[in-house]
């Protein structure tokens, strides 16, 4: 573990499993992630700072790496902590800002009706409550983004890493390429590209797969020698693994442009995601609907296939640089 780190394991209820925080014991005290909200997940929480020397009171400020859940659940259980850093999108989410989310919920409404989406699918409200349900209930004190730093925590740089979150920050430290990386980067599997609304008034919806490319690429530029993540184990950076990450995802991207070749302007989005988790789609609806478009946006932004509507719902077919 790197110098004046600790790990904190925590259960969830999620698929995933345990999710890690880390707590950093320096002049300040400061936490980056805080688990789910449930008194399970609180007790290890307290367990384990009680194992390093620390109760919940010595916590000075929090950190978050994305708005999810399972990496900001417990942070209104910290009475003391007067500074919590995340970004605006994370806020939005803690704050359960009411017109952001009549929005969201409008949005996904027509997306799943271009998609092709059967009605016994489409649990939007059911995600949205239960992430309120689970995640932390305050809002960030200090929006944060890249470029910005955290007073304290001078030594350490933000990084815009967008992808499995339109909020996704990492932190790197750059006296020794310790990364915090949240669910950005793992061990073991790939991060899910989750698919969320644009912004009250941005009218292109992000393309999370394309962002999670984008922001891998960038880590490869960066000084990073050891990877802190929200799940899974602490592992040495290599960048092979960010390679072998995107081969993976080229290679599913082809298994995707193979169907449309074969089924142009038949199958809807809906379908393909079928074809491509024939086991998982039913259980897991929203992970394997979000990786079907992302393998979707990827292939049109390269310029194999190209998307069209009739009666409002989507198709695609293959560009001519796609036919062979
Ligand atoms: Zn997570």
Excluded at 211 to 219: A, E, G, V
Aim: aromatic share 10%.
């Amino acid at each position: 573990m790197a110098e004046n780190l600790y790990q904190i394991t925590m259960p969830t209820p999620y698929a995933v499993g345990d999710v890690h925080s880390y707590v950093l014991i320096d002049d300040v005290v400061t936490l980056f992630d805080a688990g789910v909200d449930t008194d399970d997940a609180w007790q290890a929480m307290v367990r384990q700072l009680s194992d390093v020397g620390l109760t919940p009171s010595d916590i000075d400020q929090i950190v978050l790496t994305h708005h999810h859940p399972d990496h900001t659940g417990l942070i209104h259980r910290f009475d003391d902590v007067q500074a919590i850093y995340g970004h605006a999108i994370t806020n939005l989410w803690l704050n359960q800002e009411s017109s952001y989310f009549d929005h969201y919920r409008a949005f996904f409404a027509k997306l799943y009706d271009q998609f092709g989406v059967p009605e016994t699918f489409r649990k939007v409200d059911k995600t949205i409550n239960n992430a309120f349900r689970y995640q932390g209930k305050r809002p960030v004190t200090h929006i944060i983004d890249e470029g910005d730093t955290i007073p304290s925590l001078e030594d350490w740089s933000i990084i815009e890493t967008k992808g499995h979150a339109q909020s996704h920050l990492s932190f790197l430290r750059q006296t020794d390429g310790t990364l915090i990386s949240g669910d950005h980067l793992l061990k073991h599997i790939s991060s899910n590209p989750i698919l969320e609304a644009p912004l009250e008034g941005e009218v292109d919806r992000p393309k999370p797969l394309l962002n999670y490319r984008r922001t891998l690429t960038k880590l490869q530029s960066l000084d990073i020698q050891s990877v802190l993540p929200g799940h899974g184990d602490i592992f040495d950076y290599n960048s092979k693994l960010i390679q072998h990450r995107l081969t993976r995802q080229e290679e599913r991207a082809q298994k995707v442009l193979d169907y449309v070749l074969e089924h142009r302007l038949e199958a809807t989005p809906f379908n393909i995601c079928q074809f491509l988790f024939p086991k998982h789609y039913e259980k897991q609806f929203g992970l394997t609907m979000s990786e079907t478009i992302g393998q979707l946006d990827y292939l049109e932004a390269s310029g194999d296939i190209e998307a069209v509507y009739s009666k409002q719902v989507l198709t695609y077919k293959p560009t001519k640089q796609s036919v062979y």
